[in-house]
């Protein structure tokens, strides 16, 4: 085997080992990462429905949807299906990678994949669910496949042709996954058309034209829901008063004040990626960077400017770590064609940067977790099966996201062979719950889903007793 074919096959062995340690950290955190708010809401209505469930019609859900539905029809129990649906959406990150990495040859489209997968990521690791990150890995199978088609010889007659149908193809798939999907199919598409000198084709223009076409219509027209108004109503309303308050909004702050531990391995890529495109004197592709990162983080704290959780936050700016994962890692290859192996001793070390980070939220989840426990325990020493508590009865540290305790509460009380299922579900406003806690067969879900009839259960799992809620005295305040 000759150097550069073991080099190769070096590069592959380590986005291998990248994506297996990757299904072993998702199996070890399988409960915190599915038994919180809309993984677990996912899951229950997967669960009760045996099929895919598409919330609000975000239809690339149901993507990595696949095994776990396999799996219910199968039977498997809840313990198997919980680390299943956990680690499917690594599968699905592979699934991209092997395409970008060994369909299209493009290693640094996988390199970028790898990136966003471990840097800017903490919390949000521990809330898989998130249409935005399918968006941005259709992004990078945007660039390997037109970067392919742009190198081989083969179809170079056609590449403009089959580019424009690729794009087109990945744009409407775009439409439907997430709105965020328009800065980086935009940012794929301008930026491979200045790197590859494709200014004089057609491509670019019909390309763009055809993105903000489509996304204009998704946002100002098919979308009505209040939050993607808000999304891009407070950019257009008051510009002007957007740049006064810029230095109060959440996202901005968020992003200062995580610097440390989330975004200064951002900087960092995005400053050496810069500092590469200017050493090889690309100035248009060097502008266009800067300009469209400044474009993407004023956007995106605008339209959050009140806030989020932070795994929201995080998610929100992960598309400036795709940005500059792919210019950085396109650039240093360029300057390491001979030596690919660089690519991948960075590679490693950005790998063991997010996995400590990840590592240092691991106490908070899996402490929810065992908190979700002790509340089922104490739960299982009363006659009723399903009890109503209030907030001021919790740790609210402790326990962090509460709207789906309903549904969480009842999988882990299902999963243990000795003990009767139950539910325990947390709420600031019982007597606005009065009618429907008096109904023996309605099962309380969520916050905005108050009513849910026991009829509908999946029996294989979930036998919760029909009986009426009752209100829960018993205090879980340390």
């Known amino acids: 085997m000759r150097l550069d074919q073991l080099k190769a096959k070096i590069f592959d062995v380590y986005g291998y080992l990248f994506f297996i340690l990757f299904a072993v950290m998702s199996l070890v955190d399988a409960n915190s990462r599915i038994l919180i708010t809309d993984p677990a809401y996912y899951l229950f209505n997967m669960i009760t429905d045996v099929g895919f469930f598409i919330p609000d019609n975000r239809y690339t859900a149901v993507i990595n949807q696949v095994p776990v539905i396999l799996g219910i029809k199968m039977n498997l129990p809840l313990s198997v299906l919980i680390p299943l649906y956990s680690v499917s959406f690594v599968f699905i990150r592979f699934v991209y990678f092997f395409l970008v990495n060994n369909i299209f040859k493009n290693k640094v489209a996988g390199l970028a994949i790898i990136t966003f997968t471990m840097i800017g990521v903490a919390d949000s690791y521990f809330r898989p669910t998130s249409e935005s990150s399918i968006a941005l890995l259709n992004s990078c199978l945007l660039y390997a496949i037109l970067s392919y088609t742009d190198k081989s010889e083969r179809v170079a007659k056609y590449s403009t042709s089959i580019n424009t149908g690729a794009t087109m193809l990945l744009v409407v798939f775009g439409y439907y996954t997430h709105s965020i999907a328009l800065f980086s199919l935009l940012f794929v598409i301008i930026y491979f058309s200045l790197e590859r000198n494709k200014l004089k084709s057609i491509y670019p223009y019909v390309a763009v034209l055809f993105t903000v076409a489509l996304f204009s219509w998704k946002i100002l027209v098919k979308d009505t829901s209040d939050h993607h108004q808000e999304l891009y109503g407070n950019l257009m309303a008051m510009p002007a008063q ?23 391995s951002l900087m960092l890529l995005f400053l050496f990626g810069t500092g590469f495109l200017l050493i090889t004197r690309k100035w248009k592709e060097t502008a266009f960077f800067i300009l469209f990162m400044i474009m993407h983080y004023v956007v995106v704290c605008v339209s959050f400017k009140s806030g989020d959780a932070n795994m929201q936050m995080e998610k929100i700016f992960l598309p400036l770590v795709m940005f500059s994962a792919l210019v950085f890692f396109s650039s240093l290859e360029v300057l390491f064609k001979k030596n690919q192996m660089v690519l991948v001793i960075v590679s490693l070390l950005l790998v063991g940067y997010g996995v400590t980070r990840i590592n240092k939220s691991r106490p908070v989840y899996s402490g929810r977790i065992e908190y979700l426990n002790e509340i089922v325990q104490k739960a299982d020493k009363e006659q009723n099966r399903k009890l109503v508590i209030s907030q001021d009865q919790i740790n609210r540290k402790r326990i962090l996201f509460s709207w789906a305790m309903g549904i969480e509460t009842l999988m882990i009380s299902s999963m243990e062979e000795d003990m009767k299922p139950l539910t325990v579900y947390l709420t600031d406003d019982i007597e606005q719950l009065e009618e429907n806690m008096k109904m023996p067969n309605n099962f309380i879900p969520a916050s905005f889903q108050s009513t849910f009839n026991q009829a509908g259960f999946n029996k294989n799992y979930f036998r919760l007793q029909e009986q009426e809620y009752i209100v829960w005295d018993a205090q879980f305040v340390d």
């Open 242 to 264: 957007v740049i006064n308050d810029f230095s109060g909004y959440y996202p901005h702050k968020f992003f200062i004040n995580y610097f440390k531990d989330l975004y200064w």
